[in-house]
């Protein structure tokens, strides 16, 4: 399963701001303290998602945008579960709800 994510650096705090399930899939939006070089920020987001969504980290793995705000994140696990922690987190937006 793959995961939409926008991340911001450099933020006073690590948190999720926003979780939203569109037609697309899954759309995280993500803020990390860590600055975005030689990796900080992307391990730091790993950290992050691994802790808010209760999977381990073993299970999360960068699919593509390493240098870039917007990232694929690779969950391998079980979907089910996943979907139901990503619901369940008091950042999640259900559709057409600003």
Same mark, same amino acid.
């Given at each position: 399963?793959?995961?939409?994510?926008?991340?911001t650096p450099r933020a006073s705090s690590d948190?999720?701001?926003?979780?939203?399930?569109?037609?697309? /899939?899954?759309?995280? #939006? &993500?803020?990390? @303290?860590?600055?975005? =070089?030689? /990796?900080?920020?992307? #391990? &730091?987001?790993? @950290?992050?998602?691994? =802790?808010?969504?209760?999977?381990?980290?073993?299970?999360?793995?960068?699919?593509?945008?390493?240098?870039g705000r917007e990232k694929r994140v690779r969950?391998?696990?079980?979907e089910a579960s996943l979907g139901h922690a990503?619901?369940?987190?008091?950042?999640?937006?259900?559709?057409?709800?600003?």
């Open positions: 399963m793959l995961l939409s994510v926008r991340l948190r999720v701001d926003g979780i939203e399930l569109s037609p697309d /899939g899954w759309r995280i #939006e &993500a803020r990390v @303290r860590a600055v975005p =070089e030689k /990796g900080f920020a992307n #391990e &730091a987001l790993i @950290r992050l998602l691994a =802790e808010a969504l209760g999977v381990p980290k073993s299970t999360l793995s960068l699919a593509s945008g390493s240098k969950f391998a696990g079980d990503l619901r369940a987190h008091s950042c999640f937006r259900p559709a057409g709800i600003a």
